[in-house]
């Protein structure tokens, strides 16, 4: 359990003028691209034996990786936030297709539902 300050501070103390702290930006968690595969009610599948290829939208091959068991796949070759839309494709091992979905430019992550 976290230790919380009291609700008013005594003693002495220093204000910290606001304009200090106005280039302060929200800072970027998911460093890399990452596709979740979930189902309706938000709960990711066991994805184990499936992966997914992505490719940009002129049909450029970018990698393809395995997703785990946790519904999980991270593109390492791809920064966020995209700086470019793509084309996401999810396979069977056997080569068969389930999803193809198109990736807006701007993410760090994607979920393809259903």
Known sequence: MAIRPPQTLKGNY???????????????????????WANNNGVPFNTTGFFAVLRRTNGTFVQAVNFDRFGTAVFF???????????????????????????????SSFVVIG
């Open 14 to 36: 220093k204000k910290v003028p606001l304009t200090r702290f106005r280039s302060v930006k929200p800072t970027q968690t998911l460093t890399r691209f990452t596709v979740i």
């Open 77 to 107: 070759a791809v920064r966020t936030p995209t700086n470019r839309p793509f084309i996401l494709r999810t396979f069977r091992n056997d080569g068969t297709l389930f999803r193809v979905r198109f990736v807006p430019a701007g993410v």
